[in-house]
């Protein structure tokens, strides 16, 4: 039976993943309009694409596996992988919060630009991950669907390194004169002195016009 922690972390951890998924599960209009998308579900080719990472959401895992504890916490990121001529298609990947799969780890956020070094302690700046850009090799896993039909769709391989976080908007920068550009110099107008007059010797003769 189970107590009444077990109960609620459950009911906790269904409520937090609905209000994730609240957005895609929103309902439209009869009357109404929508924006238009592409598929994401393409199917590409194996090999190595570029993707950017456009959604991230903290769950908790509840299932019957073998390797996954249930209660482990794990990241569920959706990577959108650009596969030019053959469309986009988007991946969902999970990033199991376990020390078996720090390999995991280290291989992902190697690859989106942060740079772990492997042997020393990492700390990852889950905040920037959203936006970032990084590039996958992509295998074609095959499956057979709920109605009996063989389907497909892509899963990561490998995480290759080299990626690139978000980048910072870039600050306006004041335009510098070409080399070799010489300031124009600003004369100073000098003040104009005024003409002096020669004053005239005070005469001193007792007697003017005296011959």
């Known amino acids: 039976m189970m107590n009444n922690n077990m109960m609620n972390n459950m009911m906790s951890n269904n409520n937090f993943n609905n209000n994730a998924s609240g957005m895609d599960n929103e309902f439209l209009s009869w009357d109404g309009s929508f924006v238009a998308e592409e598929s994401q579900f393409t199917t590409l080719k194996d090999g190595d694409y570029p993707f950017e990472v456009t959604k ?26 650009d596969g030019g001529e053959q469309g986009n298609t988007t991946v969902t990947e999970r990033l199991y919060l376990l020390k078996s799969l720090a390999w995991k780890l280290t291989e992902f956020f190697g690859s989106i630009g942060q740079a772990p070094v492997v042997g020393q302690p990492f700390k990852p700046n889950w905040n920037t991950v959203v936006g ?11 499956y057979t669907g709920r109605d ?11 995480f290759e390194k080299g990626g690139q976080p978000p980048q ?7 335009q510098q004169a070409p080399q070799g550009y010489q300031q124009p110099v600003q004369q100073q107008q000098q003040p104009v002195q005024p003409q002096q007059v020669p004053q005239q010797a005070p005469n001193n003769d007792p007697f003017p016009g005296a011959f």
């Open 132 to 142: 970032s850009h990084g590039v996958a090799t992509l295998t074609i896993h095959k």
């Open 56 to 81: 991230i959401e903290r769950k908790m895992y509840d299932g019957n596996s073998q390797k996954i504890p249930n209660g482990a916490p794990y990241a569920e990121v959706s990577l959108r992988f």
């Open 168 to 174: 910072a908007p870039v600050q306006p920068t004041q």
């Open 148 to 158: 009996g039909q063989e389907r497909s769709n892509n899963q990561v391989k490998k």
